[in-house]
T-cell receptor, first 116, second 110 residues
Framework: DTGVSQNPRHKITKRGQNVTFRCDPI?????LYWYRQTLGQGPEFLTY????????KSRLLSDRFSAERPKGSFSTLEIQRTEQGDSAMYLC??????????????FGSGTRLTVV | GENVEQHPSTLSVQEGDSAVIKCTYS??????FPWYKQELGKRPQLIID?????GEKKDQRIAVTLNKTAKHFSLHITETQPEDSAVYFC?????????FGAGTTVTVRA
């Protein structure tokens, strides 16, 4: 397990379709984050899990977005009824338990979503 | 919430010269300030970070300074090399989530 793995790397979908992305964190990391990055901008926080509990959701995460981490390991991010404005890079990050809560993020390579 | 501003948006330097990127933050509760480097199509990678109880940190050619009173922090890259060309993001965090700046595209001219 060499890092945070995200699948798929790229996804092209038609407007109105549902998409699901997967993130596999580093195995001993109990904290998992989703961020969204649009072109020319820094990543924006979407949601945060500690083990299987979703502790915070950003206002950016509309009702069409849902994230899960059912067994406290991998996580999925689903977007329903996709819109062109959803086109972005979706980044997952994880960090281990213990220590300062904001230290030691490791990002995955992201899933690039294009809604046509 | 936290708001981070980053300047400049683009920076072109001659190989061997220094590069400086500056960020300001709004939330006085922020206590962790990482810097990430992102190459085209790749993941953001942590290059250096600093906590609010430290004013300066250095790692080889990279250094970060923090002024808590003024709420700003800076990244300094000395003796720049072509492989330093990338987008650099600053971030600030009062807890578990990071608020990022908009990024600085650094180009090192050979």
């Amino acid at each position: 397990d060499t890092g945070v793995s995200q699948n798929p790397r790229h996804k092209i979908t038609k407007r109105g379709q549902n998409v699901t992305f997967r993130c596999d964190p580093i195995s001993e990391h109990n904290r998992l984050y989703w961020y969204r990055q649009t072109l020319g901008q820094g990543p924006e926080f979407l949601t945060y899990f500690q083990n299987e509990a979703q502790l915070e959701k950003s206002r950016l995460l509309s009702d069409r977005f849902s994230a899960e981490r059912p067994k406290g390991s991998f996580s999925t991010l689903e977007i329903q009824r996709t819109e062109q404005g959803d086109s972005a890079m979706y980044l997952c990050a994880s960090r281990p338990a213990g220590g300062e809560s904001n230290y030691g993020y490791t990002f995955g390579s992201g899933t690039r979503l294009t809604v046509v | 919430g936290e708001n981070v501003e980053q300047h400049p948006s683009t920076l072109s330097v001659q190989e061997g010269d220094s590069a400086v990127i500056k960020c300001t933050y709004s939330d006085s509760a922020s206590n962790y300030f990482p810097w990430y480097k992102q190459e085209l199509g790749k993941r953001p990678q942590l290059i250096i970070d600093i906590r609010s109880n430290v004013g300066e940190k250095k790692d080889q050619r990279i250094a970060v300074t923090l002024n808590k009173t003024a709420k700003h922090f800076s990244l300094h890259i000395t003796e720049t090399q072509p492989e330093d060309s990338a987008v650099y993001f600053c971030a600030a965090s009062p807890g578990y989530k990071l608020s990022f700046g908009a990024g600085t595209t650094v180009t090192v001219r050979a």
